[in-house]
C-alpha cells in the first residue's frame, strides 16, 4: 500500500477508490434519509435508522471504515493538491491552465475544505450525540419517552434557518466536487471505452440530484416542523 502512495498514479487511484467508496455511503445515506419525508410520520425513517444505529456490522466494523475512508480521503486531496503546486514550474503566464481546464477542476481543493468544514458540523450534530447516548450513556434502545427519538431528533436539528442554510450551501459544494471528481475518479481507474459519455451523464445526475435530495430534504423539514 505505501508502495502505491509513493507514485502520482498510485495516489491517484487510491484517491479514486476512496471516491467510489463514499459516493456509494452517500447513496445509502440519502436512500434513509429521504424515507424522514414519507407521508408515515417518520416511522419507515425511525425503523431504518434503529437498524443502522444499533446493528453490530454497521457500528463496528462499517462505521470505522467509514470513518477511516473520509479521512483518507480528504489527507489524500490535500497532498495531490500540494503535490500539483509544487509540480507547477512553468507559470500560468506561459502555460494559461485556465484554458484547460473547468473551474471546478482548479478548486476542488476549495469545494473539498467546505465539505470537511460540513462534515465537522454533521458530525457535531448528528453523530458526536448518537456515540454519547450508545457508548456514554450505554442507551441503545433509540427511544424517548417510550418513542423512536431519530425523526423528532432530526427535525429539530432542521428548525434553525441558520443551521440549514449552511446545510443548503455545503450541499451546493457538494454538488460542484461531485460534477469533476464523479469522472475524475472513473479516469483514474482507466475507464475510458465507449461508456465514458454514459458515465459522465449518469455522473452529472448523480452530482446534482443527490445534493439537491439533501437540500430538499432539509427545507422539507425545516418548513414542516
Known amino acids: ?76 486531496g490535500f497532498i495531490l493538491e500540494m503535490k500539483n503546486n509544487s509540480a507547477r514550474k512553468v507559470s500560468y503566464a506561459k502555460n494559461n491552465g485556465a484554458a484547460n481546464s473547468t473551474w471546478m477542476s482548479r478548486n476542488m481543493i476549495y469545494s473539498g475544505a467546505a465539505i470537511l468544514a ?15 447516548t450508545k457508548f456514554i450513556q450505554g442507551d441503545w434502545s433509540g427511544l424517548h419517552d417510550g418513542e423512536f427519538r431519530y425523526f423528532h431528533e432530526l427535525q429539530h436539528k432542521f428548525v434553525s434557518p441558520l443551521r440549514v442554510g449552511a446545510y443548503v450551501i455545503a450541499f451546493v459544494f457538494l454538488a460542484l466536487h461531485l460534477l469533476h471528481g ?9 475507464a ?23 437540500i430538499i430534504i432539509a427545507l422539507f423539514h425545516h418548513f414542516n416542523h
Open 1 to 76: 500500500m505505501s508502495g502505491l502512495l509513493k507514485s502520482s498514479i498510485g495516489r491517484k487511484f487510491a484517491m479514486a477508490l476512496s471516491a467510489f467508496f463514499l459516493m456509494f455511503f452517500l447513496l445509502q445515506h440519502f436512500a434513509i434519509n429521504i424515507t424522514s419525508i414519507f407521508p408515515d410520520n417518520g416511522a419507515t425513517f425511525n425503523k431504518l435508522s434503529h437498524f443502522m444505529g444499533t446493528n453490530g456490522l454497521v457500528q463496528y466494523v462499517m462505521q470505522p471504515i467509514l470513518i477511516f475512508g473520509v479521512v483518507f480521503h480528504f489527507v489524500m
Open 118 to 132: 460540513f462534515i465537522v458540523l454533521h458530525f457535531i450534530d448528528f453523530w458526536f450525540p448518537e456515540i454519547n
Open 182 to 190: 464523479f469522472s475524475s475518479a472513473f479516469q483514474s481507474v482507466g
Open 192 to 214: 475510458n471505452n465507449k461508456y465514458t459519455r454514459g458515465l459522465k451523464t449518469f455522473g452529472k445526475i448523480y452530482a446534482i440530484g443527490i445534493p439537491a435530495g439533501f
